[in-house]
């Protein structure tokens, strides 16, 4: 039983168990939940030890044809190494498919699964909390914490420094959305160039204030009446 919680992800991901043979990632932060599967599945598939091959699953494939789950996850890939299967399951409506894979026998596959805010009892959620060799991380807003180990990580690709008073006032104005935190670091390090020093001023002229973004992302789907697209970006700013 393995119940990852927000704060213990990144350090949970990094030292992985050996024993885990399938993730799901789950919560408010769409933009985090698409990062951290899309880093697992890329670092699984291209281990040097023990290479495989990375596969997608979106929900339209897993309603067409739920037997291709267990089919590539349980064949032994023909030219070795560990394939590893990504699926988007935001909008499943049937998460018994997964009931199978995760009680049976090891699978030869690696599963990462992608899903929405789940509450405690959603059956999906429970499914990889209660499998014995399974896990169920959380991925919520960032805090200040884990939004300056994101800068940093973008400045020291870059080969960029940043003033400490400038980083903090680029905290500040992060944190709506993982994807869209990231975007505006990468945009700020591409205008400051490879090797500069970013200030303030930089901050200001090229990073928007995401909190600001995120209310217009409730306020004009609800002015344009989609309901729901404004209460999911509502639950996602809260």
């Known amino acids: 039983m393995v119940d990852i919680k927000a704060g213990q992800a990144e350090s949970f991901l990094k030292k992985l168990p050996r024993e885990i043979g399938a993730v799901l990632f789950y919560g408010s932060d769409a933009g985090l939940v698409s990062e951290r599967a899309e880093k697992l599945a890329k670092t699984l598939a291209c281990d040097a030890k023990n290479p495989g091959e990375l596969l997608r699953m979106s929900e339209q494939d897993l309603s067409e044809n739920p037997s291709r789950l267990g089919l590539e996850l349980r064949t032994v890939p023909m030219f070795g190494g560990r394939n590893v299967l990504r699926v988007s399951a935001q909008g499943l409506s049937k998460p018994d498919i997964f009931e199978d894979l995760l009680d049976g026998e090891p699978l030869e596959g690696f599963l990462v699964v992608e899903a929405g805010n789940l509450k405690p009892d959603s059956k999906l959620r429970a499914l990889f909390v209660n499998a014995a060799k399974a896990a169920a991380v959380a991925c919520y807003a960032d805090e200040a914490a884990s939004l300056g180990v994101l800068v940093d990580e973008v400045m020291k690709a870059h080969r960029l420094r940043i003033a400490p008073p400038a980083r903090l006032h680029l905290i500040s104005l992060l944190g709506a959305d993982r994807a869209l935190s990231r975007n505006e670091v990468e945009k700020l390090a591409l205008y400051a160039g490879d090797g500069g020093t970013v200030g303030i001023e930089d901050v200001d002229a090229i990073v928007g204030d995401a909190s600001e973004e ?12 989609k309901a729901k697209t404004a209460l999911r970006e509502f639950d996602k700013a809260v």
Not at 214 to 225: E, F, M, Q
């Open 214 to 225: 995120a209310i217009d992302r409730i306020v004009l789907p609800a002015a344009g009446g």
